[in-house]
């Protein structure tokens, strides 16, 4: 596996390479015999590399006739032979038309995505952007050197060919981005064919990648787009049914704690597709905080710890939201992660307030009776909530809990 991921980095850059330099030598550039001979070699080297990978990744047998027929594996046998040396033989010259197949062996740049996918924690932006930017490079070269060939339009052949090379790649970029100063046009009709050509290509290829790109900025910050299209919508909605200011602020406020404490998606089934396994220690993994708050957890067992943590939800209350009324019938218990709670007679009289790491609604749980008195939430409250059945599970299974549990309630009744 190691050998076959070096052969599709290798592939790659050598790819690159011969992107760039074998229409650099079309063009009459980087004439040196031995710079030729090294690149021949590259060619070659990727060719074979990519012949391997061909057989090697897939399941087809090299005896097999029919895995040859493969328009992308005939280019790779015609790269791998040492086509220089044939112009060479043939033209007596080592610059021949022959070159233009080498220019085949830089389609393998295209393997930069299989091999951005052997990696599993890389963010989607560069999955998305690497390619591109690996890939535009080549294309402006080679619209660049195309256009050298062409005879570079207005502005001319120059004498120094870096100069001239600067240009006819000033002269690509402003063609492909659709900008087109004007200030180096085309002249004969082949300069004017090619740039139409290269023109169509621009805007498809720019408004690609400014769509991809445009597209990845705003999901890159994900959480405050839904929040902010949420806070559009409600306020929206706010508007149309006249809702009083007060009302507004409440709503509005309810939405900025929600997102200065949970930055958005609260919804659990965002993870539903994962495995049961990722999901419940994702789940653990948001429940934690509570363990801190809880003096009680941060002593007990793991296996009870990690129970409980499967088994909360997080609800959150506004200030003075009712959690319960005294006599409702208890369904769930509560831990407080943050914020106050009153607990509140049948009349309203405040029999005492519960801050962070503190629980209630256990009694009628344990009693199998309604509730003993109302609870509401003082301020904002971050409550995670264990319901009825998860309890009794509990319980069941950690006596310890249902011990401390015991404690609790007696201090509270006695
Ligand atoms: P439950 O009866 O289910 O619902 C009301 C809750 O208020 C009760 O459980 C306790 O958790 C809590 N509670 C009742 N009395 C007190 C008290 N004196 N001090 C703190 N909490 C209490």
């Given at each position: 596996m190691r050998k076959i991921q070096t052969l599709k980095v290798f592939s790659v850059i050598g790819a690159f390479l011969v992107g760039f330099w074998v229409p650099l030598r079309l063009i009459g550039y980087l004439t040196?015999?031995?710079?030729?001979i090294m690149f021949d070699l590259?060619?070659?080297?990727?060719?074979?590399?990519?012949?391997y990978l061909y057989f090697s990744t897939t399941k087809r047998s090299i005896k097999d006739y029919r895995s040859w027929l493969n328009l992308g594996l005939l280019c790779d046998v015609i790269c791998l032979m040492p086509l220089s040396l044939f112009g060479l033989l043939l033209f007596n010259t080592t610059y021949s038309g022959l070159l233009l197949f080498n220019l085949l062996a830089a389609r393998h740049v295209k393997h930069i995505k299989s091999f951005l996918d052997q990696f599993d924690n890389l963010q989607p932006i560069v999955y998305r952007l690497v390619p591109i930017f690996v890939m535009l490079p080549i294309l402006i070269h080679l619209a660049a050197c195309a256009w050298i060939g062409l005879g570079s339009g207005s502005a001319g052949p120059?004498?120094?060919?870096?100069f001239e090379y600067v240009k006819a790649m000033y002269w690509a970029f402003t063609t492909l981005t659709t900008v087109g100063y004007g200030d180096i046009s085309a002249k004969t009709m082949s300069q004017m064919i090619f740039t139409c050509g290269v023109q169509v290509i621009g805007v498809g290829l720019f408004g690609f990648i400014l769509s991809n790109v445009a597209g990845l900025l705003a999901r890159q910050d994900a959480a405050r787009e839904h929040h902010m299209d949420n806070l559009d919508k409600i306020e929206t909605?706010?508007?149309s049914h006249h809702i009083p200011n007060e009302m507004r602020t409440k709503v509005r406020s309810y939405y900025h704690y929600m997102w200065q404490n949970k930055k958005g998606y609260q919804d659990h089934s965002?993870?539903?597709?994962?495995?049961k396994k990722i999901q419940s220690e994702l789940?653990?993994?948001?429940n934690k905080p509570i363990l801190e708050k809880v003096p009680f957890l941060k002593g007990a067992s793991r296996e009870l710890v990690e129970e409980l943590m499967n088994e909360l939800e997080t609800r959150v209350y506004v200030p003075g939201e009712r959690v319960f009324k005294a006599g409702d019938v208890g369904d769930a218990m509560y831990f407080i992660h943050k914020g106050q709670v009153d607990i509140l007679t049948k009349d309203d009289k405040l029999i005492a307030t519960l801050g962070e790491g503190f629980f209630f609604g256990e009694m009628a749980l344990i009693f199998?009776?309604?509730?003993?008195?109302?609870v509401v939430a003082k301020q904002f409250c971050d409550l995670y909530v264990l319901k009825k059945e998860s309890f009794a599970h509990v319980c069941d299974k950690y006596p310890e809990f249902l011990d401390h549990i015991h404690k609790v309630v007696q201090q509270r009744a006695g």
């Open positions: 040196d015999s031995s710079v030729e590259l060619i070659s080297l990727v060719a074979g590399a990519n012949i120059d004498p120094d060919k870096l909605y706010m508007v965002i993870i539903e597709d994962l495995p789940i653990f993994h948001i199998e009776g309604p509730r003993t008195a109302g």
